[in-house]
């Protein structure tokens, strides 16, 4: 019979100085695990893997949580190599976002027609893919860059109305900057894809590993493709308007485990 093993758990104090521990609706969990038989666990939460490394003689697990999680005690599921088993509880706290409401004067960004539904219907399936995307390899950085200098013109997680109709709330960082402006991948990774895309514009997707995906919207130019390899700091674009947006910049977001959370929680507090 497999040993359940209920745990408790903290916030980890290592080497890893982001992403930040920050467990609530779109933040980020980092959670120190237990080597089971030997050797990191397979972590899932919410039925997704999620980013463990190791850590010298321990491991961590990164959990991104999604904005639509209520608050109140989750669990962290981990299976070992010959299936032992342990379960890690935490909690999510609460956390409000700011309301901001936007004009577009595209009105078929806002209320798209027959056409355009069945294009985003193909799209989003394309985007599910990159953005669900697991590859085994850990990420070659935990500490991001931002992918260019400039003002947040809006922050993670805003309740957003576009032209007075409710929409998702913002998941990602929109940095304001001119047409042209070179575009940074935050990460070494691998482009997993890009494209045109009906709201999201000229669209790269980076895979970095175990479920860590950086998505960069609204270029005027893409200048990578699926498949290539880039380096942490390598031009991958450059920053446009194009998609649904009411002026140039650049929509960064940053994903765990199919859950869009803040990529300030990644970055140097130096650079938030």
């Known amino acids: ?147 260019l200098d400039g003002p947040q013109s809006s922050p993670f997680g805003l309740r957003r109305f576009y032209n007075d109709q409710p929409r998702r709330p913002h998941s990602g960082q929109d940095i304001a900057a001119d047409t042209g402006t070179p575009i940074m991948a935050a990460g070494s990774g691998v482009v997993s894809e890009a494209g045109d895309f009906f709201f999201n514009g000229n669209t790269v997707f980076i895979d970095h590993g175990q479920g860590l995906v950086t998505m960069y919207c609204h270029m005027s130019e893409i200048l990578v493709e699926p498949g290539q ?14 998609g649904r947006v009411t002026g140039p910049h650049l929509h960064w977001s940053v994903t765990l485990n199919d859950a869009r959370v803040d990529p300030v929680l990644f970055l140097p507090p130096a650079t938030e």
């Open 1 to 147: 019979m497999r040993l359940l093993i209920i745990l408790l758990c903290f916030a980890v104090e290592t080497a890893f100085a982001v992403p930040r521990h920050l467990p609530v609706p779109g933040g980020v969990a980092v959670l120190d695990v237990p080597m089971l038989d030997g050797a990191a666990p397979v972590a899932t939460y919410d039925g997704r893997r999620v980013l463990v490394m190791e850590d010298g003689d321990r491991c961590v697990a990164v959990v991104g949580i999604t904005l639509a999680t209520r608050p109140g005690e989750k669990s962290l599921e981990l299976e070992g190599v010959n299936g032992s088993r342990a379960r890690l509880n935490f909690t999510v706290g609460p956390k409000d976002y700011e309301t901001q409401r936007l004009t577009i004067t595209n009105k078929r960004k806002v209320d798209p027609n027959a056409e355009d539904l069945e294009r985003i219907g193909k799209e989003r399936k394309r985007i599910s893919a990159a953005l669900e995307r697991w590859s085994d390899a850990p990420p070659a950085e935990t500490t991001l860059l931002r992918p």
């Open 229 to 242: 390899p880039v380096r942490q700091g390598e031009t991958i674009g450059l920053v446009g308007a194009t």
